[in-house]
């Protein structure tokens, strides 16, 4: 069962102001990215983000691309106005899946009486529709960047307002969103870039609910924004067991989290999301268009995490998540010794679809 009687709105905020926009309004084409060394061009007319090399994304893909696998992002939500997510999602070589924009954040209230506009699946924020196209986003003929698992199947689910898991409509929301997946039969992975500085036991309660229902999750092991800068390790729920904590690393450095990346010993497993020399972040979807934006954090570490997953489940229909999980941690780059700050370490996509 899943505890809602409790006090939700008790998330300590910190000294410094984050207003309620942690990790939104940065999602727009970023200018200056350069073919051959920030992307290599893939047929038919897509963009593959420098750091899938890192994890053989692209020796994966000649065996698996994700096709029968749905996985349900819970973010910000995603954007109406970008139609990769949506009446382009089936473009190129992504064929016959398919995308669904369900929204579980309650409207604003105020002693009880609603006082903002009702939520919609679309995202305010930004945040969402990034993490979605690093999991899911096409491999078409439009120029965009392509997704890990770009014949996946998607849920995008608007369960707050920011990343800061902060407001209690916020923590109702996630709830509902575990909740919401964990009874579908068609979703296999559940992956969520969003966190909190405190535990919250009806989110708990969610996440048990779905690890009993055979969902494989991912969680964001943390990025800073400020309100947990440089000395908070791994936030919640990503340091539960039931979850997969994911952060990203260099690419000069598999055992150097990037600059804003959190770890610590409940890190699982480690992507390749920042390059040391510029800080140049992985490829996206922006809020609209064609033009690659670039993501950082282990928020992108996640969603490419949870795309890798996809690969793997694809390859091997009939496994359970454990047999899953199990292909992903015995073909990292750690294996069979977990480090202490950075898990497993960094996933091959290509060893794990063998």
């Known amino acids: 069962s899943v505890r809602y009687a409790e006090p939700m709105a008790y998330e300590p905020k910190p000294a410094i102001s984050t207003d309620s926009d942690s990790g939104c309004g ?7 990215l350069v073919a051959g060394v920030d992307y290599i061009n893939i047929a038919p007319n897509a963009k593959q983000s420098w ?5 053989n994304i692209p020796q994966a893909w000649t065996k698996s691309t994700g096709a029968g696998v749905k996985i349900f992002v819970i973010d910000t939500g995603a954007e109406f106005d970008q139609d ?37 699946p679309d995202d305010g924020c930004g945040h969402g529709t990034s993490m979605a196209g690093a999991a899911a986003a096409p491999r078409g003929t439009d120029g965009a960047s392509a997704g890990v698992a770009y014949n996946s199947n998607l849920v995008t ?36 870039s969003m966190g ?8 708990t309660d969610a996440i048990n609910y779905a690890y009993g229902k055979g969902k494989l999750m991912f969680c964001a092991a943390g990025t ?16 539960l067991g039931n979850v997969n904590a994911v952060t990203g690393v260099r690419d000069n450095n598999f055992n150097e989290n990037c600059t804003a990346c959190h770890d610590g010993s409940e890190t699982d497993f480690t992507i390749v ?11 996206t979807l922006a809020m609209s268009g064609n033009a690659p934006s670039t993501v950082g954090g282990s928020s992108v570490a996640t969603a490419t995490a949870a795309g890798i997953a996809a690969l793997v489940w694809s390859r091997y229909p009939a496994y359970t998540s454990q047999q899953v ?9 750690n294996y069979p010794n977990k480090n202490s700050s950075y898990g497993w370490g960094n996933l091959n996509a290509d060893a794990a679809t063998n």
């Open 273 to 283: 999301m920042e390059k040391a020399s510029n800080e140049r972040h992985a490829l």
């Open 325 to 333: 999980l199990n292909k992903l941690i015995s073909t990292s780059r």
């Open 196 to 203: 909190r500085i405190t535990g919250s036991g009806q989110i």
């Open 224 to 239: 800073s924004f400020g309100w947990t800068a440089g000395w908070y390790g791994v936030i919640f729920p990503a340091w």
């Open 84 to 120: 990769n997510l949506g009446s382009a999602f089936n473009q190129g070589n992504s064929i016959g899946r398919t995308v669904e924009k369900i929204v579980t954040l309650p409207r604003s209230t105020f002693l009880g009486i609603p006082t903002g506009s009702a939520e919609t």
């Open 51 to 55: 750091n899938y090399a890192y994890h």
């Open 26 to 32: 940065s999602n727009v084409a970023e200018g200056g």
């Open 157 to 192: 689910c608007r369960a707050s307002a920011d990343v800061l898991i902060d407001a209690s409509r916020e923590v109702t929301g996630v709830t509902n969103a575990y909740v919401n997946a964990a009874n579908r039969a068609d979703v296999k992975i559940i992956s969520m």
